[in-house]
């Protein structure tokens, strides 16, 4: 099963990295994840004006650079199943390989985790010393960031089979779906502005997301002087566990459910043309 | 012998109106993308406007983001809807017959383009709604009149750059498509597409009016939001100069178009796929 996975994640890596070289393709991977905390940083400077607040930019500026995590993720995984099934048409084949197509998928789309660490800690590593951020690497908690780190990825991970499963199912848009996810997530996750600021019913909802309670506890973890009464999430460790334990059954449960029934329809090899 | 054929401009215009036809009635068909297009891209607005409330900005400022929001949507079309289009026509097999028909690639393009419109329209008007109505974002609705002006120019500069563009992705294919799909976040950041392109310091704002957006995004917001704008030149001078780049940019479209199409046809990567 190993030797399987493994071969499936350099599948996917040569699919997303062959079209350049190694130093042309993280060029341009790094494009986005910069210019997005960029466009918060001028946001930031033109909202503030003179006043100055390190911690409240630091804040803003970990959100976005964590994000990349959750779009390489929900995008990379449920993207995987298009690519297979609709571009590749390989799909089928996949499915009667010997490893189980959980894994497969889990694998092929594993270059998410990859990206996602390259972005996060070059945007963090840029940003601290041009902007005079609050980060200091001999202060970090790592155990803490360690951890969060883990059971956030883990909670992401089944998240991102949840959106493959839907993408085998839905006839059309499994792109958008995925799009329409984390577009939504990015509004109440509390990524780049507190979820005090939402309708109450809205940051109810914030407060049964594991990707809430993550950032929060990455930013505790990270940021020195960090006050963690002040963005309103409270102490984020027992519910990043139990919600990101949930969200990871309710992922793997949803995935299975959508490949029985894409096995049970002949969805595997189903090309809509979208 | 009396000959019935049209004149070029009107074969033009029918290549126009058959290419947008099936982006505007295919549309309709399938009414899923109202939510797609239109609802899931509002989301990220929110989520800037709420980045503003957050910093206890003015309320212009939202305004900024709303208008960038609309913006951004014709980009989005100008670049998926029309640069990109050329590339998965290929890889549906219908480039070949696009070209050996007697349409012509930029009129082709511009039935894309308008085809594209309708979606687009209904989204930036939703972005729009949904400052005016939900947000409360102070517009100054006298202004109207200007910023149709001033929106009309500027999408026809920004067509003219799909069209550039769409000679890109004929030639270089999936790598145009990467390095395109990459430069989103920083093109919107270089344009100032949500805060004043002013922020970015005189050198970087200028190099961002290479971004047709970048002017007319400062023109729209000094004839609809009130208060100190930020602008960058005023008005009237950014509507003249999108007016010249509109111009340079379709005689470089269509130069552009005709080299990359010998180009791709020496190359032999008209009929390639997954290239």
Redesign the interface.
């Known amino acids: 099963m190993l030797r399987g996975m493994a071969a499936a994640f350099r599948t996917g890596w040569a699919i997303e990295t062959n079209w350049a070289s190694p130093l042309v393709n993280a060029f341009f991977s790094l494009l986005r994840p910069v210019g997005a905390t960029l466009i918060l940083v001028f946001i930031y400077r033109v909202a503030a004006g003179e006043s100055s607040d390190p911690v409240l930019l630091a804040w803003l500026i970990v959100g976005a650079a964590l994000w990349a995590y959750v779009m390489s993720a929900l995008q990379g995984i449920s993207f995987a199943v298009q690519q297979e099934r609709e571009w590749l048409k390989v799909l089928k084949y996949v499915v009667v390989t010997p490893l189980p197509f959980s894994a497969y998928l889990l694998a092929r789309s594993g270059t998410w985790l990859v990206w996602g660490t390259i972005r996060a800690v070059f945007v963090i590593l840029v940003t601290v010393p041009v902007l005079g951020l609050p980060i200091s690497f001999g202060a970090v908690n790592w155990g803490e960031l360690v951890g969060a780190m883990a059971m956030g990825l883990v909670a992401l991970a089944g998240m991102g089979m949840g959106l493959a499963g839907i993408a085998l199912g839905v006839a059309r848009h499994p792109m958008g779906v995925g799009e329409g996810v984390i577009g939504v997530l990015y509004l109440i996750s509390g990524a780049i502005f507190p979820i005090g600021q939402l309708p109450g019913w809205l940051e109810a909802t914030a407060r049964v997301i594991p990707l809430t309670y993550w950032l929060e506890a990455c930013r505790q973890a990270l940021i020195t002087g960090y006050d963690p009464t002040r963005f309103g999430v409270g102490d984020p460790w027992s519910p990043l566990a139990w919600s990101g334990v949930i969200w990871l059954g309710v992922g793997l449960w949803a995935f299975r459910w959508f490949n029985h029934r894409a096995r049970a329809d002949g969805l595997y090899d189903r090309t809509t043309d979208y | 012998m009396i000959d019935n054929r049209p004149g070029p401009l009107r074969h033009g215009l029918q290549t126009v109106l058959a290419r947008a036809y099936p982006r505007v009635v295919g549309a309709n068909r399938?009414p899923?993308w109202v939510?797609?297009e239109v609802t899931?891209?509002l989301?990220?607005t929110?989520?800037?406007v709420?980045?503003?409330?957050?910093?206890?900005?003015p309320a212009r400022?939202e305004g900024y983001v709303i208008l960038g929001g609309a913006m951004t949507a014709f980009w989005l079309n100008t670049i998926w809807n029309m640069a990109a289009q050329f590339r998965w026509e290929k890889e549906?097999g219908n480039l070949e017959l696009y070209l050996a028909s007697p349409a012509g690639l930029m009129w082709i393009l511009t039935g894309m383009a308008l085809g594209g419109s309708f979606s687009t329209s209904l989204r930036a008007a939703a972005v729009i709604t949904l400052g005016a109505v939900v947000f409360d974002v102070p517009f100054v609705w006298s202004g109207w009149p200007q910023a149709l002006l001033i929106l009309l120019i500027t999408l026809s500069a920004l067509y003219g750059v799909g069209m550039a563009l769409s000679s890109l992705f004929l030639k270089f294919g999936?790598?145009a498509e990467?390095?395109i799909?990459?430069?989103?976040?920083?093109?919107?950041?270089l344009s100032g597409?949500?805060?004043?392109v002013r922020?970015?310091g005189l050198g970087a704002a200028v190099a961002g009016t290479l971004i047709p957006m970048t002017l007319g995004m400062d023109a729209l917001r000094q004839v609809l939001l009130s208060g100190d704008a930020f602008e960058l030149l005023a008005w009237p001078i950014e509507v003249l100069l999108l007016i010249v780049y509109a111009v340079v940019v379709m005689l470089i479209a269509r130069w552009a178009l005709k080299r990359m199409e010998h180009a791709a046809k020496v190359e032999g990567r008209l009929t390639l796929r997954w290239q």
């Open positions: 399938e899923s939510f797609f899931l891209p989301l990220a929110v989520a800037l709420m980045v503003y409330r957050a910093l206890e900005a400022f549906n999936r790598n990467q390095g799909s990459s430069l989103m976040e920083p093109v919107f950041l597409a949500y805060f004043p922020a970015l």
